[in-house]
């Protein structure tokens, strides 16, 4: 864990930041994005921005994005395979330095989890997109349970990052007050 604690210092922190946005930026405004697909379908979401969805949803999104917009979710999928990457490793960092574990600790590792369903919602999303017109009810509903689940756990990181950022701004003020008290008590003497 002391290798995971170095590892994630300020500066490596600071490039997974940068790293994260320049990623959103590049998903978002880039070629064939996630805006040229939004303004292609004339305002639909991709499927990995939804929480949940049925072979029904799919097949109309399918429809509405037509073919330069297909295309480009399948260019855009590229790009979301090196995503998770970045804000697993980036998640991971801030729970490392939040934690500060000193053993073998489960907690730091849930962004992984996030990481994991990514992976698996866009291959079967990939799928999903080279089989259309044909609609697989099974493929898109595994795609839509991974893409729950990713959900599910980037969730559960933010609830994790609170609590440990609450807990360590306990223990500070804690200390800090400890440390008023012992001073105040030496001025007293």
Excluded: C
Aim: zero cysteines; glycine letters at 4%.
């Amino acid at each position: 864990m002391r290798q995971l604690r170095s590892f994630f210092n300020d500066y490596t922190l600071l490039f997974l930041a940068i790293a994260w946005i320049a990623m959103n930026g590049w998903i978002v405004f880039g070629y064939g994005g996630f805006f040229s697909i939004f303004q292609l379908s004339g305002g639909l979401l991709i499927p990995d921005l939804m929480l949940h969805y049925s072979p029904e949803k799919i097949e109309t999104l399918l429809q509405a994005y037509g073919s330069q917009a297909r295309l480009y979710y399948l260019r855009y999928q590229f790009r979301d395979f090196l995503y998770p990457i970045v804000y697993g490793s980036f998640m991971m960092g801030i729970l490392v330095r939040l934690i500060r574990p000193t053993s073998m600790n489960f907690w730091i590792f849930v962004p992984w989890f996030a990481v994991f369903f990514d992976f698996l919602e866009n291959a079967f999303l990939r799928l999903i997109f080279y089989d259309y017109p044909q609609i697989v009810n099974d493929r898109v509903q595994i795609a839509a349970w991974m893409t729950s689940f990713k959900w599910l756990f980037v969730l559960i990181s933010f609830v994790l990052m609170i609590i440990a950022f609450r807990h360590r701004r306990i223990k500070y003020m804690r200390r800090l007050s400890h440390k008023e008290s012992e001073l105040f008590a030496d001025e007293e003497e």
